[in-house]
């Protein structure tokens, strides 16, 4: 990771959260939102192990930091994964991720969401791919090797245990197709793909 590709990912970052990109804005939501002072610690973990005169020092520094947050919010995401620029925790608490999880652009993790593994007699085993725009409601599980498409929205406290076709509107326990109305409206201030 270069560092303007870092400075994309946490402008996108913070422009979930209130459409602003500015240096004013970074730090109004820094001070403001927990779910993106962890966005940003996160990602600079990222980039400081990718860099050669960074991976010593530096780094472990920042990955400090990143486990002290983990703890005080209850969000377990790993510096080491990969997601899409834009990533939106409106409320960090309870959000357990698998580190081989995959998780696209412009995506909203509420708080009490798990993304987990399954193996052995599962239908699905693995590790959940998430598409881009995808909202994931409070309380959502996705289990196993499933592929969420993009612009999904998966209700709170679905539990869902297969994949989801794009624009898909998941519900229940287990999950099922509500609607093919999509994220949109659940998924807001997101950059234009150019960016």
Not at 16 to 24: K, M, T, V
Not at 83 to 95: D, K, W
Not at 106 to 133: A, M
Request: charged residues 15%.
């Amino acid at each position: 990771m270069t560092f303007h590709e870092l400075r994309r990912v946490i402008t996108a970052d913070q422009y979930r959260y209130e459409a602003g990109s500015g240096w004013r804005d970074f730090i109004r939501q820094w001070i403001k939102e927990g779910g993106f002072r962890f966005n940003v610690i996160m990602r600079l973990c990222s980039f400081f192990r990718s860099q050669p005169l960074t991976r010593y020092g530096v780094y472990h520094i920042c990955l400090w930091m990143h486990r002290r947050m983990q703890v005080k919010y209850g969000v377990y995401i790993e510096s080491s994964m990969q997601i899409g620029a834009g990533l939106y925790i409106g409320h960090p608490n309870s959000i357990v991720v698998n580190t081989r999880c995959i998780i696209g652009k412009n995506c909203t993790l509420s708080h009490g969401v798990t993304l987990g593994q399954t193996h052995g007699r599962s239908k699905h085993p693995g590790v959940p791919v998430i598409g881009d725009r995808v909202y994931l409601g409070c309380g959502a599980k996705i289990l196993g090797g499933i592929h969420v498409g993009d612009d999904v929205v998966v209700a709170p406290n679905a539990v869902l245990t297969k994949d989801a076709p794009p624009s898909a509107v998941m519900a229940g326990i287990p999950a099922k197709i509500q609607s093919l109305e999509g994220s949109q409206g659940y998924v807001s201030n997101t950059l234009p793909p150019d960016f």
